[in-house]
């Protein structure tokens, strides 16, 4: 059974870094592209933060370029999103997900994981 497990959500103050991880069980991510997303507190939809190709390209929402770095690990079956500089609206719940579409990946990916909050406040 194909399953995302994200990890490494927390309470971090403003300016302060995160990482959290995407680990795959039941399949090897280099053959699927990865996305993260978020869901905000009150928001009813998640919102696109950015994806790590299977051909090695990373592309990001307006938003988070420049502070977010999505990587992967493939040893470790893990793709990891650095966050630095946060702001309190980077508050979200969290989540990877996985398709071997690209474009599915941005739109509406197959397979998703459970999520994990980041929480960003002094």
């Known amino acids: 059974q194909l399953q995302l497990v994200e990890s490494g959500g927390g309470l971090v103050q403003p300016g302060g870094s995160l990482r959290v991880s995407c680990a795959a069980n039941?399949?090897?991510?280099?053959?699927?592209?990865i996305g993260w997303f978020r869901q905000a507190p009150g928001e009813a939809s998640k919102g696109f933060i950015g994806i790590s190709s299977k051909d090695g390209d990373s592309y990001y929402a307006d938003s988070v370029k420049g502070r977010f770095t999505i990587s992967r690990d493939n040893a470790k079956n893990t793709v990891y999103l650095q966050m630095n500089s946060l702001k309190p609206e980077d508050t979200a719940l969290y989540y990877c997900?996985?398709?071997?579409?690209?474009?599915?990946?941005?739109?509406?990916?197959?397979?998703w994981g459970q999520g994990t909050q980041v929480t960003v406040s002094s």
């Open positions: 997900a996985a398709d071997h579409s690209l474009v599915a990946t941005r739109s509406g990916p197959r397979y």
């Open positions: 039941g399949f090897t991510l280099d053959s699927y592209n």
